[in-house]
């Protein structure tokens, strides 16, 4: 990846919708080039998909919750139960195995804190292999961005 595959990878993370026209505008390189290191990138893994940002609070999610889980034991079919299960919740925005006091990081969006309630006490407290969960209410979110910036 060089110089020019970053400053693609920067203005596709500001706006995947730019067209392969305007991108080489910018760079100053033809169409047929753009296309094809962006295509290059994509087979390559390092583009692995396209997506939008939706605003939560217009939706009604609004409410988000980061969720530390501690599963009663560390053994192999317990993490690969709680994985397979926590995935299919549609409030379960990302999930993350981590290192410390806690083993799983989970981002959580609902409505609010009723729909948090019955979250937790309808889904998450059934898995029973979970030992506690420790909520962290969001106040303000201060960033929210998944763009990679390159030096």
Do not use: P, W
């Not at 920067?10 to 094809?36: N, R």
């Not at 926590?86 to 083993?103: A, H, M, R, T, W």
């Amino acid at each position: 990846m060089d110089q020019q595959d970053k400053r693609i990878l920067k203005f596709l993370q500001q706006d995947s919708k730019i067209t392969i026209k305007e991108l080489s505008m910018h760079l100053g390189l033809s169409g047929t080039a753009v296309y094809e290191r962006i295509r290059k990138m994509e087979r390559k893994g390092i583009i692995e998909a396209y997506s939008i940002r939706v605003n939560k609070e217009l939706t009604g999610l609004g409410f988000v919750v980061f969720c530390q889980i501690k599963l009663k034991e560390h053994r192999h079919e317990y993490l690969v139960k709680f994985e397979r299960e926590v995935i299919k919740f549609k409030e379960v925005l990302e999930c993350y195995n981590v290192s410390g006091d806690y083993d799983y990081l989970l981002k959580i969006a609902v409505k609010d804190m009723a729909a948090y309630h019955q979250f937790l006490n309808d889904k998450l407290t059934y898995l029973d292999h979970i030992g506690s969960a420790h909520s962290t209410f969001i106040i303000n979110e201060v960033k929210n961005t998944q763009a990679v910036e390159f030096q």
